[in-house]
């Protein structure tokens, strides 16, 4: 099975930038997308952007209006979500999740535990 790990949560001020990373551990394979979600108290988890194999496919919610780019390594198995211009909304836990059918809206299969982000103004 593929562990998925990530990092890189926190306190940030509105207005700044946080970089997540989430490794994949284990028996890891080829040709999976990967994918960031996030959710927030009271509400569902939502896709945040997903990436193909190859990053040939990418896929941003509307919310990230240009702020956030996702990233990967597939070298070192991580992925990565840059995030800029942060608002208090962007607070929520955000998990990386793995999708064996290599496909950026899903399905997802593997998730991660989760990373705080808390964005304050």
């Known amino acids: 099975q593929v562990w998925l790990v990530e990092s890189g949560g926190g306190l940030v001020q509105a207005g700044g930038s946080l970089r997540l990373s989430c490794a994949a551990l284990g028996r890891t394979r080829d040709n999976y997308a990967m994918g960031w979600f996030r959710q927030a108290p009271g509400k569902e988890r939502e896709l945040v952007a997903g990436?193909?194999?190859?990053?040939?496919?990418?896929y941003y919610a509307g919310f990230v209006k240009g702020r956030f780019t996702i990233t990967r390594d597939n070298a070192k198995n991580t992925v990565y979500l840059q995030m800029n211009s942060l608002e208090i909304e962007d607070t929520a836990v955000y998990y990386c999740?793995?999708?064996?059918?290599?496909?950026?809206?899903?399905?997802?299969?593997?998730w991660g535990q989760g990373t705080q982000v808390t964005v304050f103004s």
């Open positions: 990436m193909s194999w190859r990053g040939g496919s990418t």
């Open positions: 999740a793995a999708g064996l059918a290599n496909v950026v809206r899903g399905p997802y299969d593997d």
